[in-house]
């Protein structure tokens, strides 16, 4: 995390799951409805199950409420995802229909142990990195959640992280969520403005430098 120009490296936390975990939750469960056709093995499979994972998942506000509107069949979250432009045989489906999978497979994200993973949830994680920094910054750090990545782009994301850090602070702070247009090339934008500026040159590692950079990194670590 950077504070005025600083980084403070007790506030950098990272969640070891993502778009990974929700695509191989959502595999699950496509494989259970389309009768064998795929079985998400290969590179082009594996591509389809990310496209219907960006066309029809979305993260739910309230889980339990939306479970218990499926279960009443009072829910309307069914979906086609048409996957036409993947040309696939006659032999296989050209399309998916998903239900409650649209949502079941993100909820891992907030209760990561419904992927079998013993971490903390992602807001969790955002409220230890905001608690780690100091004590002055923490108000307009919660003011000032950014997200960025191709996940960042599931519809309730930003609000139902925003609720549930809300749920662990003060009533006094106010939290907020913010979501920027250019979030899924945030990564590659970053790094255009480092290449971009002047003291670029300067902190790159040259070839003829690359050896003793090497060997300074393996003697801090061990």
Request: glycine letters at 4%.
């Amino acid at each position: 995390m950077r504070i005025k120009g600083y980084v403070v490296d007790s506030a950098i936390v990272s969640l070891p799951c993502g778009a990974t975990q929700i695509i191989s939750a959502l595999q699950t469960k496509l494989m259970e409805s389309n009768c064998g056709s795929y079985t998400f093995q290969s590179s082009v499979e594996m591509l389809i199950s990310r496209y219907v994972m960006e066309q029809a998942c979305f993260v739910a506000v309230d889980y339990e409420e939306e479970v218990k509107k499926c279960a009443n069949n009072s829910c309307d979250v069914d979906a086609v995802v048409s996957i036409e432009e993947f040309e696939p045989t006659n032999e296989m489906m050209s399309s998916f229909k998903i239900n409650s999978a649209r949502f079941a497979a993100t909820e891992g994200l907030f209760k990561p142990k419904r992927w079998g993973l013993d971490t903390k949830a992602l807001h969790q994680l955002v409220f230890e990195a905001v608690q780690s920094s100091p004590i002055d910054s923490r108000k307009t750090l919660f003011r000032n959640i950014y997200l960025a990545g191709g996940i960042s782009l599931l519809p309730g994301l930003a609000e139902r992280l925003e609720l549930e850090v809300a749920s662990l602070v003060a009533p006094s702070i106010h939290t907020q969520v913010h979501l920027s247009p250019w979030r899924y090339n945030a990564a590659y934008l970053g790094a255009q403005v480092i290449a971009s500026s002047t003291q670029f040159d300067q902190t790159c590692i040259t070839l003829e430098s690359l050896s003793d950079f090497l060997n300074h990194l393996q003697n801090s670590f061990f």
